[in-house]
T-cell receptor
Framework: DAGVIQSPRHEVTEMGQEVTLRCKPI?????LFWYRQTMMRGLELLIY????????DSGMPEDRFSAKMPNASFSTLKIQPSEPRDSAVYFC????????????FGPGTRLTVT | AQSVTQPDIHITVSEGASLELRCNYS??????LFWYVQSPGQGLQLLLK??????LVQGIKGFEAEFKRSQSSFNLRKPSVHWSDAAEYFC????????????FGKGTLLTVNP
C-alpha cells in the first residue's frame, strides 16, 4: 500500500497567490482529515470528511481556506489569497472509518508564503 | 473542550536508558487516548491507543502507556531506548460519541545520545 500521498512536498509562493494542496487517501479509507502544524499552535485539525462529505470545518481559519473532496480518492485544500501567516506544514490523514481513530498521515506539504 | 498537556518540550536520554514521556489531559469523563510519533520530515504514526479496559496498553516498537484516571495522565514508557527512537512524540485525546476529532498536545522532542 502506498500510504497517504500528498503533493507537492514543498511549496514556496508569494503573498496573494493561490495555493492548492493535494491529497490521495489510502484506498478503502472513508474518512479524510486536513491538519496544519506550526511551532506556535502545534497540530490543529482544519476539516474532516466522511464518505466525501465535509463533517466538521470549524477549524478552518477563515474564508481564504477551502477544502473539497470530489471523490473517494482525492482531496484538495486551497488557500486564496495566501498570507505569510499561512506558512506551516499541512498534513492530510485518512482512516478506515471516522470512529476508528487510527489515522494514517501523509508526509505533509511544507508551505512557505513570502 | 478537552485539552492535552505535554509538560516536557525536549527530553534527552542515552541509548539503552529507560524513557517516560508525560501526558495530562483535561476532560470531565475518560476520553480516548493516543500516542503518535513523528520522525523528521515524516507524518505521524500511531504508537498505541486506549479506549477502555486494562489501563496498561502495549504498542508498536516496544512502547507501552499507562492510563491513570486519578492523575488524568497517560504516560508513555519504554524500558530501553534505541537511537532510532529519536523523534517527536504527540499525545492526543478524543471524547468519542459522535465527535471524532483528535486534539493533540504540543509534542515532546526526544533526543537519544549514543
Amino acid at each position: 500500500d502506498a500510504g497517504v500521498i500528498q503533493s507537492p512536498r514543498h511549496e514556496v509562493t508569494e503573498m496573494g497567490q493561490e495555493v492548492t494542496l493535494r491529497c490521495k487517501p489510502i484506498s478503502g479509507h472513508n474518512s479524510l482529515f486536513w491538519y496544519r502544524q506550526t511551532m506556535m499552535r502545534g497540530l490543529e485539525l482544519l476539516i474532516y470528511f466522511n464518505n466525501n462529505v465535509p463533517i466538521d470545518d470549524s477549524g478552518m481559519p477563515e474564508d481564504r481556506f477551502s477544502a473539497k473532496m470530489p471523490n473517494a480518492s482525492f482531496s484538495t485544500l486551497k488557500i486564496q489569497p495566501s498570507e505569510p501567516r499561512d506558512s506551516a506544514v499541512y498534513f492530510c490523514a485518512s482512516s478506515l472509518t471516522e470512529d476508528s481513530y487510527e489515522q494514517y498521515f501523509g508526509p505533509g506539504t511544507r508551505l512557505t508564503v513570502t | 473542550a478537552q485539552s492535552v498537556t505535554q509538560p516536557d518540550i525536549h527530553i534527552t536520554v542515552s541509548e539503552g536508558a529507560s524513557l517516560e514521556l508525560r501526558c495530562n489531559y483535561s476532560y470531565g469523563a475518560t476520553p480516548y487516548l493516543f500516542w503518535y510519533v513523528q520522525s523528521p520530515g515524516q507524518g505521524l504514526q500511531l504508537l498505541l491507543k486506549y479506549f477502555s479496559g486494562d489501563t496498561l496498553v502495549q504498542g508498536i516498537k516496544g512502547f507501552e502507556a499507562e492510563f491513570k484516571r486519578s492523575q488524568s495522565s497517560f504516560n508513555l514508557r519504554k524500558p530501553s531506548v534505541h537511537w532510532s527512537d529519536a523523534a517527536e512524540y504527540f499525545c492526543a485525546v478524543a471524547i468519542g460519541g459522535s465527535n471524532y476529532k483528535l486534539t493533540f498536545g504540543k509534542g515532546t522532542l526526544l533526543t537519544v545520545n549514543p
